[in-house]
């Protein structure tokens, strides 16, 4: 059974989390103010398509394909996107709520996230290279076996990273957040 095509659709203020997004193939459409909340994403197909203001907690995303994706002013808690099909995947994330999400052995390179909030949100052997992290909250985030080489720390906050156990060859950093570095030597450091 071929999934429908629909293209250049703008959907505004559905709630998705009782009744399904249809199955198909979703081109440079909108999604404004959905609640996707705990919703069946599974087996989706969205290319270049914008989501703006909503809610896609603990959505579930296997199988499903963000290929050139933006997400603005979006809560997405909770989301494995390990799961989603990784081919061709690239989204960009500007004002989002990732707390507790996983990024779990994705390759996501010049991956930009900004201004976002990504507490606990899990790194594990994901090739992050030139990613840039603009003004992020990366409080308990997990960076395990990571790359990331060339990435850009210099506004995020709260990150703790072993350069021990992940690849930060010429990754940039500010002065401040160096101390995100050193954590595991439990040193002193005063200004």
Same mark, same amino acid.
Do not use: W
């Given at each position: 059974?071929?999934?429908? *095509?629909? =293209?250049?659709?703008?959907?505004?203020?559905?709630?998705?989390?009782? $009744? +399904?997004?249809?199955?198909?193939?979703?081109? %440079?459409?909108?999604?404004?103010?959905?609640?996707?909340?705990d919703?069946?994403?599974d087996?989706?197909? !969205?290319?270049?398509c914008? !989501?703006?203001d909503?809610?896609?907690? %603990?959505? %579930?995303?296997?199988?499903t394909?963000?290929?050139?994706?933006?997400?603005?002013?979006?809560?997405?808690?909770?989301?494995?996107?390990?799961?989603? %099909?990784s081919?061709?995947?690239?989204?960009?994330?500007n004002?989002?709520?990732?707390?507790?999400?996983?990024?779990?052995?994705?390759t996501?390179?010049?991956?930009?996230?900004?201004?976002?909030?990504?507490?606990?949100t899990?790194?594990?052997?994901?090739l992050l290279?030139n990613?840039? *992290?603009?003004?992020?909250?990366?409080?308990?985030?997990?960076?395990?076996r990571?790359?990331?080489?060339? =990435?850009d720390?210099?506004?995020?906050?709260n990150?703790?990273i072993?350069?021990?156990?992940?690849?930060? $060859? +010429?990754?940039?950093?500010?002065k401040?957040?160096?101390?995100g570095?050193?954590? +595991?030597?439990?040193?002193?450091?005063?200004?």
């Amino acid at each position: 059974m071929d999934k429908p *095509f629909i =293209a250049d659709q703008t959907f505004k203020g559905s709630d998705l989390t009782k $009744k +399904k997004l249809p199955k198909g193939d979703y081109e %440079n459409c909108t999604f404004e103010g959905c609640d996707f909340s705990d919703a069946y994403l599974d087996n989706q197909n !969205f290319m270049e398509c914008e !989501f703006i203001d909503c809610n896609l907690s %603990n959505a %579930n995303i296997r199988h499903t394909t963000f290929k050139e994706v933006s997400f603005s002013h979006c809560k997405m808690m909770g989301l494995k996107f390990e799961d989603c %099909n990784s081919f061709l995947i690239g989204f960009s994330f500007n004002d989002c709520t990732l707390n507790y999400s996983s990024f779990l052995g994705l390759t996501l390179s010049k991956q930009q996230f900004v201004d976002c909030k990504m507490i606990q949100t899990d790194f594990t052997e994901a090739l992050l290279k030139n990613a840039i *992290f603009d003004t992020c909250n990366l409080e308990n985030a997990i960076f395990d076996r990571t790359d990331l080489e060339k =990435a850009d720390f210099r506004t995020a906050i709260n990150f703790n990273i072993d350069p021990e156990k992940n690849n930060i $060859k +010429k990754a940039r950093f500010s002065k401040e957040g160096l101390i995100g570095l050193l954590n +595991k030597y439990d040193l002193s450091i005063e200004s």
